[in-house]
């Protein structure tokens, strides 16, 4: 019963693909869809409530497969957080070609626009755990530096970064993507140069000068 389930809900996702990306649009409603996979209503909703979180799973999938991916490699867990991040980006990019089609129809013109999709939210919260994790690795091995009033929105400028990767691969038309796996070491080697202990500390630094000496810099 279990299989038959789990079977069940790839056929609905994988139909429910085919038809997304031939039309270019969602079924005009669950029960047309249901009407032509030849299932009941009712066995639709004991997986998805609607189209678009077949989306969201969907992205889940890309995700959960990179992850696995790369915690599957025996080597993995020797690298540096900088390796571990580039280890993700790379298999991420692997992970996109299979569902190429569906990856560049799903994402807007606009990054914005990608970010504010509800059916991300199902790739984003893991995706920050994941890079959460490496922070804080990062800052035990010294990588990456502690600032208090910064830490916290590292995940969220890595967030950022993903986002702005995968923007990248889906307009690349470089022989086998190497446009995007060079734009991806650029963006982890200037986000760890960013994190690490930097110039971006000396910046702060002068920043908080001006800040506590701003009188003495008054014209007269």
Known sequence: MAKKTVDLKEKIKHEYLDYYLTKGHDPKTVYHFCKELKIKEEAYYE????????????????????????????????????????AFYYTLGEMLKSKRSFVVQDFPRSPKEFIKKSQIKAFKEPYLLFVQDLVQEGIETGEIKSRSKLEAKYKEALWAQCVFIIDFWTKDDSEQFEATDAAIEKAVNLSFELMGASALDSILDFGKFLFHNRDKMRYQ
């Open 47 to 86: 997986h998805y409530n609607s189209f678009a979180q077949i989306r969201a799973d969907i992205w889940r999938s890309l995700f959960l497969e990179t992850k696995k991916g790369i915690m599957e490699d025996d080597v993995y867990s020797s690298y540096s957080v900088r390796e571990k991040l580039l």
